[in-house]
RNA sequence: GCCGAGGUGGUGAAAUUGGUAGACACGCCAGCUUCAGGUGCUGGUGGGGGUAACCCCGUGAAGGUUCAAGUCCUUUCCUCGGCACCA
């Protein structure tokens, strides 16, 4: 009575998959192609909730609804395997991180698989596989080649918890953006790659790819183009030059000092030794202040800064001004330094009030420039042969005095820095290169993949040597070229490199000659949806089109772009219980009682609704759901509580719903004489038929599932209430059905004779036609307030609805003795009269 | 502080893009079925008033445009994401 047994039901149709292939990807070239991917996830410890398969589903939705349409998919998944929290695992439970990682792998795909996502698994690949990683080094050493892999020494960010540096990208208010470690300024010789030389390059081709408005901002504002000018001042007394750079050239005649970074290399050589005591203490000061300090309170901070005693002379006028050294000015963008006009920038003038600098105006507008810096535009003053012109023909005009004299010229800078790419780490990528007598020399192709050394420790040396540098039989190597004895690089590569391009692999991956078949690669590329979270912004999706760039600039890819649409889901929150001291208790601890919740021991806690974790105790696991309720219920709920880019909170009750609907699904088909070979009159059902599948095309395209399965519902409902349904119907329905809830549908797709996989069948098409309405209701309206309501043929002209809206009884009513002003006919829709 | 997204029943959400607000589902209520129920079926369910027909109010708040506003405009409050001395 209750329904089907989706046990033995859905281990028997995934077995049936795994054993027909039905996901294989096709090897024809005749069709439309359609790439579909995930980001792919890394394997940690605890496995998946809930909250993690939403995008998963959705993908597999499109890719089985692209199948039925007649596309040849590519529907694959990955592992991106190598990072810290395998190797931390790993010196937790003294064995080896290839262990934990292959065991969490083990967990992940037998979770996935329990879900029935129609993956072709035989694509499989983890980015810590050495058949992998060789080609993640290959690629390396293309980037290397071409000079963007460089070593330097570079003040890094460096994580004491870690024990090793992070990028740039990864750090946030001076902590790991992961975890909430603590992250300190150091010095170290790093790996770096010159993404900087690609900031245009990603700039401009950000407008050709269709991604969410808002990712698409992220990116920009990350690279951060400015454009501007460079200008060097003359330091007085001496042939050194300070280069700075500006976006407001235009104000240099309200230049009144210069400010250093408390970094920049020329602090040293101008310093006057009267002020070299107050300099070295104002530098050792700011050093020693972390980053979290220095950016946790910027911008609304009181201005600090020393006077060097020094001057330099504007260019633009011959005027001696002071230099200062300050830390509101970054070392790290544009050239480290910049000339103040406290007059017409806000900084500036907050400095300039603290030490009593002079503040000169020279773009006239805004209140007293004394009292608040004027950054708009208006006429110049005081400025010379810029005087009377606006801001932007000031800017071209002091740019183009500056070039004429050699003291500056146009110039571009960007936010964006290079990407920090060593790890001093054991679990992840070696860096493909040997050291000789101090030089680092790329290995050849041949001798790749350089393969990870198994270690019985994997913690940092006692002098601080990466883990590597423990492998001493690894470590000391020969040139193979020269046969000279080298030592190998003991960094390693962060884990965003194996994700760079692992989509690129999944169209090849078996290929041991190539990272992939030129062929193939021109037929799959670019990715057409690719669905994954919104933090991977600036992350993941900036580094892997700076690769892709790459390799397109090298011709190994046809495409400048690697995504072409992307969809970010939503995160699922849990509910969580937890009372005043802080301490969670699990669901099943707690109780509701008049709309407060309680412990079973009267304690009162607070729910809410919080990221799904472990310390939580809020996490739904979806081996639990699939047991209780069917991979099917958990893929409809998924997809049916909210639109995917929305997350939401989980509410197990609603997967029992989305189960409620598959068994009325079940008897309709199931109930004897209930489908019926021959026509039935039934136009509400017919109608909700073709309305569910047009919803579940427009689905496939919006990525809006929600109201496709609301729709199917309208038609189950209208099905159970019936006698009879026709048998074709129904056919129709079991097709929609299928990319939502694969096993059940297939089920139902055998019992109505079908005897090759619903997977392959044509998704139908609904009728345009038989979605209208032969008589339609309208709404009637008297001053804008609904007063009743009438049924007319779809048809019916004008004077038809008015006649039938003025013979409403209510409206009637409101009508008499009432002069009629206007009158307002919507055809279909409704009528309004406007009375006085 | 700046930039972006969003505020709709007890809950998750719909709303053909200016035309009957709340589809569908959860939850709740009532009835039937059942030895039993974390079952099934039927009906009800935005708030207030009324025996009823109906009436009034209602999409964060306040104004405005319009015959008509969840939808458009102005102001404002709140929530969530991103950035945060970028010269």
Not at 139 to 166: D, M, Q
Not at 267 to 281: K, R, Y
Not at 704 to 726: G, L, Q, W, Y
């Amino acid at each position: 009575m209750a329904g089907y047994e989706h046990r033995a039901l859905e281990a028997k149709w995934q077995t049936y998959w795994a054993e027909n292939q039905t996901f294989a990807t096709p090897s024809d070239r005749t069709r439309p192609k359609y790439y579909v991917l995930d980001m792919f996830p890394y394997p940690s410890g605890v496995g998946l909730h809930v909250g993690h398969p939403k995008g998963y589903v959705a993908t597999d939705v499109v890719a089985r609804a692209r199948r039925m349409l007649g596309y040849n998919v590519l529907h694959v998944m990955g592992w991106d395997s190598f990072g810290l929290p395998a190797e931390r695992q790993a010196v937790r439970e003294d064995i080896s991180p290839q262990q934990v990682t292959e065991r969490n792998i083990a967990t992940f795909k037998r979770q996935l698989t329990m879900l029935g996502l129609s993956y072709d698994w035989s694509r499989e690949l983890a980015t810590s596989d050495p058949s992998y990683y060789k080609w993640t080094q290959w690629i390396f050493a293309r980037l290397f080649e071409r000079g963007l892999a460089f070593e330097a020494e570079v003040p890094v960010n460096w994580c004491p918890a870690l024990g090793t540096v992070l990028a740039n990208e990864e750090v946030k208010d001076g902590v790991y953006i992961e975890t909430g470690d603590a992250v300190e300024r150091r010095s170290m010789r790093q790996w770096m790659l010159k993404i900087t030389d690609y900031a245009e390059s990603l700039l401009a081709t950000l407008g050709d790819v269709n991604w969410p408005e808002g990712i698409k901002k992220m990116q920009q504002d990350w690279i951060g183009r400015s454009e501007g000018a460079t200008v060097r001042f003359q330091v007085d007394g001496s042939n050194r030059e300070v280069e700075i750079f500006t976006t407001r050239p235009d104000t240099l005649f309200g230049c009144t000092y210069l400010v250093l970074a408390p970094e920049h290399p020329l602090v040293e050589d101008i310093t006057a030794p009267e002020h070299l005591g107050a300099v070295n203490d104002y530098r050792e000061q700011v050093s020693r202040r972390s980053d979290r300090e220095r950016t946790s309170d910027a911008a609304d901070a009181p201005k600090t800064g020393v006077f060097t005693g020094a001057s330099a002379v504007n260019p633009i006028n011959g005027e001696r001004v002071p230099i200062w050294i300050a830390d509101y000015v970054l070392a790290s963008y544009g050239t480290g330094a910049v000339f103040a006009c406290p007059a017409h920038d806000e900084r500036d003038h907050a400095f300039a009030r603290t030490f009593d600098l002079p503040i000169r105006q020279v773009v006239l507008g805004g209140e007293d420039v004394q009292k608040a810096a004027y950054t708009g535009d208006g006429p110049h003053i005081n400025s010379g042969f810029l005087d009377g012109l606006d801001n932007a023909a000031a800017i071209s005009a002091a740019i183009e005095r500056l070039r004429i004299g050699e003291r500056g010229e146009r110039t571009i800078t960007y936010r964006l820095r290079d990407w920090l790419f060593s790890r001093q780490r054991y679990w992840g990528e070696p860096v493909p290169v040997i050291h000789v007598n101090g030089e680092t020399r790329l290995l050849p192709d041949s001798s790749l993949p350089v393969e990870l050394p198994r270690l019985d420790d994997y913690r940092p040396t006692g002098d601080g040597q990466p883990p590597l540098a423990r492998a001493e039989d690894w470590l000391h190597t020969t040139d193979p070229v020269t046969g000279e004895p080298a030592l190998r690089e003991t960094n390693t590569m962060p884990q965003w490199a194996g994700s760079c391009w692992y989509y690129l692999r999944f169209i090849d991956p078996h290929n041991d000659k190539a990272p992939w078949d030129p062929e193939e690669e021109k037929y799959w590329m670019p990715v057409d949806l690719y669905v994954g979270g919104a933090e991977h912004a600036t992350l993941h999706l900036l580094y892997a089109r700076f690769w892709h760039q790459v390799l397109h600039d090298l011709g190994y890819v046809s495409t400048r772009e690697p995504f072409q649409r992307l969809f970010n889901q939503g995160m699922i929150h849990g509910q969580s219980y937890r009372d005043a001291r802080g301490k969670y208790y699990y669901r099943r601890e707690v109780e509701e009682r008049d709309g407060a919740w309680y412990t079973l021991d009267g304690v009162p806690v607070t729910a809410r609704r919080e990221k799904m974790s472990k310390s939580k105790y809020n996490v739904v696991t979806p081996e639990d759901m699939c047991e209780e309720y069917g991979a099917d219920s958990l893929r409809l709920y998924e997809l049916f509580m909210s639109p995917l880019e929305d997350g939401g909170d989980w509410e197990t009750s609603g997967v029992a719903g989305c189960r409620r609907f598959l068994d009325r699904v079940w008897r309709v088909a199931t109930d004897p004489g209930k489908l019926v070979s021959e026509p039935v009159e039934a136009a509400e059902m017919e109608r909700a038929l073709h309305g569910a599948m047009k919803r579940v095309r427009e689905g496939v395209e919006s990525l809006r599932f929600n109201t496709a399965i609301s729709d199917m519902m309208v038609f189950i409902n209208e099905a159970t209430k019936a006698d009879k349904v026709p048998l074709a119907w129904f056919d129709a329905f079991v097709r929609i059905l299928a990319p939502f809830a694969p096993h059940i549908a297939e089920e139902l797709w055998r019992m109505l004779g079908h005897s090759t996989s619903v997977a392959h069948a044509a998704l139908p098409e609904h009728d345009e036609a038989k979605l209208k309405l032969d008589i339609v209701t309208i709404a009637v309206q008297v001053n804008g307030k609904m007063r009743g309501s009438v049924e007319v043929p779809a048809d019916a002209d004008k004077s038809t609805l008015l006649a039938a809206a003025r013979a409403e009884q209510n409206v009637a009513r409101y009508l008499e003795g009432a002069t009629l002003k206007r009158e307002i006919v919507v055809p279909g829709r409704l009528v309004n009269f406007v009375v006085g």
